[in-house]
């Protein structure tokens, strides 16, 4: 299970919702990026000590202090981080500087594709960074915060003068078990209709850059299926992997039964875990491998991929 968690869209962060911008982002794998002008945190995952983080960072100011990637603990805040300082790069333990990468032109105008790596989080703990697939940072030392036993959220947020999206701009957030500088993130919208509509409410209500709390779908009755198909993948050269695909649902307060997150391929439906929206939420679903083949999905798989929402008993 390389992939931990990704995301790009306003329904993947807290609070919500986002300053969303097209500058400086691959408009052919995310529909926008985040403009750094506020704190927004992901939604949680499971704790880790060692990951390796990927965010697309762009900015044309030389100011200073955007801790533009943060892992870091959900409920303390603590955290390691990245911090834009001018043309510079740095590494920091909530917010003392740990590592200074010197001049790297981060501020030219140019779009970076920046990972960091942690490998033993704690007193002897190891962080590189790379941007561009270079290697910019390497610290080996303490990371680690009282009573806390590993990191399950990132974030980002602006620096303490009101960072603008002129100054800098974040997308195709992942957080992986392996190396993480060569994937990208590929956001799939809702675009049409799918094969079975049985809920009250068709694809255009939920498939706003901006979630909408007045436009949804729903029903009340129990084993009700809903599908729509997808955007599928970019206009690129076909020869790459697909780690996971991902699905996020955010939910009304219901009491009427639970419902399940899923994906049609080859004409059947495959569903998660059933999840309880007795209270308002946002939950995810990870599928790994193709459910329907059980090894890795392939670009004509995703292109070919329905969302899928049953409504099931609790």
């Not at 030389?62 to 409920?75: E, K, M, N, V, W």
């Not at 709390?213 to 955007?231: C, G, M, P, Q, V």
Request: hydrophobic share 35%; aromatic share 8%; charged share 20%.
């Amino acid at each position: 299970m390389a992939v931990i968690w990704c995301g790009n869209e306003d329904v993947d962060f807290y609070p919500n919702p986002l300053d969303i911008v097209t500058t400086g982002t691959r408009t052919d794998y995310v529909r926008y990026g985040v403009a750094l002008d506020r704190q927004i945190v992901s939604n949680r995952f499971q704790e880790l000590t060692d990951c390796w983080c990927s965010v697309r960072f762009w900015a044309s100011s030389t100011g200073s202090g955007a801790p533009f990637l943060q892992i870091r603990d959900y409920d303390s805040g603590n955290n390691i981080q990245l911090c834009k300082s001018s043309h510079n790069l740095l590494l920091r333990k909530n917010t003392t500087t740990l590592v200074d990468s010197g001049d790297i032109q981060l501020s030219d105008g140019n779009r970076k594709k920046i990972d960091l790596q942690l490998i033993n989080y704690g007193a002897t703990a190891t962080v590189n960074v790379f941007v561009n697939g270079i290697k910019v940072i390497e610290y080996t030392g303490d990371v680690s915060f009282a009573g806390i036993t590993g990191f399950n959220c990132i974030a980002t947020r602006p620096s303490s003068d009101s960072f603008s999206s002129v100054r800098g701009v974040t997308s195709e957030f992942i957080v992986a078990t392996e190396d993480t500088r060569n994937m990208s993130l590929k956001t799939l919208a809702p675009v049409a209709a799918g094969d079975v509509n049985e809920w009250v409410g068709d694809h255009t209500d939920i498939n706003e850059d901006i979630a909408n709390e007045n436009t949804y779908i729903h029903t009340e009755e129990l084993d009700k299926l809903f599908n729509a198909s997808l955007s599928g993948m970019p206009a690129v050269a076909k020869v790459y992997t697909v780690k996971a695909v991902k699905l996020t649902c955010r939910t009304g307060q219901s009491t009427a039964g639970g419902i399940q997150l899923g994906v049609k391929t080859n004409g059947v439906n495959y569903f998660g875990t059933t999840k309880d929206p007795t209270i308002e939420d946002t939950f995810e679903e990870f599928f790994h491998t193709n459910p329907e083949t059980g090894i890795d999905w392939t670009p004509e798989d995703i292109d070919n991929l329905q969302l899928s929402i049953r409504s099931v008993t609790l």
